[in-house]
Every structure is written in structure tokens, then in C-alpha cells.
């Protein structure tokens, strides 16, 4: 099997050089092959912020290879695995310290998995700290070239990978009990609900957290919010989001990835608008005479 894309994912940013010379190594080996960056934005060392970005772009990647990276415990004892997923239509790259957990799963589970030990396909490493460099992009580099998993390392057992951690919802004193688990650029917080758990609690809910109160009303799209407006929009990959209209509902909340947030029902239906909005009329003032002008 040889693979002609390799996605890329990681939590370097763009300020170092770190991103180019990764793209570089690949180049060097697989000249052939297309890097397509996913994201290099994951919060620093956030395993699970990068594992849910995985997560949610999965279906959409193209069949090649997977090279992922977050990973708080390079250089440690954690494992760097390769997984292949698919029938061998993908391979995920990346530390085994639950970052690809989600993604391998959403693929349907592992078909195989190598611990990459085969240090002739690594890269000599001046020090231990960048695995993305030495040992995920050649490995990642050599499967595009064709290389056979098991050349890259010793096969391990699937099931004994690092799970991801995804949390669950549930009910609490008559409330649904959530998470935010993203925030994206615009400031819409994603909540681990399924719109249908919250079918039967009503057009407008309260929501609560961090000690703070506020109705919000489920609405299709964003413009259907006015002016100071809180709402819960079922967002583009089929969960429900807290969101504002041409704003950041994140930062107006105070929201971030973990948040706990709690919703019933709210006291009044329909929602209240929480906003005060004030009349506005629009007149030309004209400038008082001069002495020399009367």
C-alpha cells in the first residue's frame, strides 16, 4: 500500500520552525506526497483538545496517512505507535497517549498497530524532544513510500492503546448535565449534547455555570438571534453549540473547553431577550450662526 497524502495535526503554532521542518522531512523522503494541514493551533500540550479535533475532521480526511501530534510526554516512556484503520485505506501516526483514540475509533476501530521501534526509519536525534521530526514524520514518510507497517516497528495489540476520554451527559436534580468540549475562532462553545436530549425541555432553556444564569433559545442559524441574544444552534457536526449572533458567546459567558453547564427548562416561554435596547433618531445638526455670518 502506498499513500500519496499525509494530514497533519499538531500543537506547534506558526512562530518557530517547527511546522516547516516537519513538511520538510517529509519532502525530503516522499517528494510525491501531499501535506495537508489540519490545524496547528491545539492549545499547548492539550492532548484532548487536539484529540477531538481529530475526532470531528475524521470523516472528511483523505484516505492516506494520519501524522498527529500533541505530546506532553515526548521523550518519556509513552509509546509512538503507527495504527492502521480502514482495511489499510489510513494509517494514524502520532504518540500513544490518547490523542488518536477518537479518530481510530470513529474509523471503525484498529486493524493493526506497530510500536515504532525500527530506529533505521527514524531520523538521527541530537536529543529526545522532537519525535515529530526524528521518528512520526519519517515514519509517516516511508508508509506513503510504501514501506510495510511491520517493517516499522513490533505489532502490538490494538486493544491495549491509550483510550481517549470523551465525557458523557446526564441528568442531575432535573438537569442535563454537560461539558463544553471546543471553542471555536468565533466564539461558539460546543457542548457534548445531542440535539434530541434536549427536545423535551423546551423552545428556551436555562442554562447554568460557573455560579452564572442565562436563557437561551434553540434557533436554525445565528442570524435568527437578536441584539444581546444567547442561543443554542445545532452546529455543523450535529451537536448543539452556545452561541450569539456576530459574536463570541465565549467570551460574553466566560466559556471555555471543560466548562460544566447545566439545562432545564427556563422559568418563562419564549425566551427573554436578555438585552436593553434603546431607540435611536438620526437628525442633522446644523452649526449655530457666527457673528460674521449674521
Given amino acids: 500500500m502506498r499513500y500519496d497524502t499525509v494530514t497533519f495535526l499538531s500543537d506547534y503554532g506558526l512562530v518557530d520552525e517547527f511546522v516547516g521542518v ?4 517529509i ?3 516522499a517528494p510525491e506526497v501531499a501535506v495537508i494541514d489540519l490545524t496547528h493551533q491545539i492549545a499547548p500540550f492539550d492532548v484532548r483538545g487536539g484529540g477531538l479535533a ?12 494520519v501524522l498527529a501530534v500533541v505530546d506532553p510526554g515526548v521523550g518519556g516512556e509513552r509509546r509512538a505507535v503507527a495504527v492502521e484503520v480502514g482495511g489499510g485505506m489510513s494509517v494514524l ?3 500513544d497517549n490518547g490523542l488518536l483514540a477518537l479518530a481510530v475509533a470513529l474509523c471503525g476501530g484498529a486493524d493493526r498497530a506497530v510500536e515504532l ?3 533505521e526509519y527514524h531520523l538521527p536525534a541530537p536529543g529526545p524532544t522532537f519525535a515529530g521530526r526524528d521518528v512520526f514524520a519519517p515514519a509517516a514518510a516511508h508508509l506513503c513510500r510504501g514501506v510495510p507497517l511491520d517493517e516499522l516497528g513490533t505489532p502490538i495489540d490494538p486493544a491495549g492503546l491509550l483510550p481517549g476520554v470523551l465525557p458523557v451527559t446526564h441528568t442531575d436534580d432535573g438537569e442535563l448535565v454537560a461539558e463544553v468540549l ?3 475562532h468565533y466564539g461558539n462553545a460546543q457542548l457534548n449534547v445531542d440535539p434530541a436530549e434536549v427536545d423535551d425541555l423546551g423552545p428556551a432553556l436555562r442554562l447554568r455555570f460557573a455560579g452564572r444564569t442565562r436563557t437561551a433559545r434553540r434557533v436554525a442559524s445565528y442570524a435568527e438571534l437578536g441584539p444581546g441574544e444567547v442561543g443554542l444552534v445545532v452546529d455543523s457536526y450535529g451537536l448543539l453549540s452556545i452561541a450569539t449572533d456576530r459574536g463570541s458567546a465565549a467570551t460574553e459567558l466566560g466559556l471555555g473547553p471543560a466548562t460544566g453547564v447545566h439545562l432545564a427548562p427556563a422559568d418563562d416561554e419564549p425566551a427573554a431577550r436578555e438585552a436593553v435596547t434603546t431607540a435611536v433618531s438620526l437628525s442633522v445638526r446644523r452649526p449655530e450662526p457666527t457673528e460674521e455670518g449674521r
Fill in 22 to 25: 516537519v513538511h520538510s522531512v
Fill in 182 to 184: 471546543w471553542v471555536d
Fill in 117 to 119: 521501534t525500527a530506529d
Fill in 54 to 65: 481529530l475526532a470531528r475532521a475524521a470523516q472528511y480526511l483523505c484516505p492516506g496517512v
Fill in 93 to 95: 501516526v502520532g504518540p
Fill in 27 to 29: 519532502r525530503s523522503l
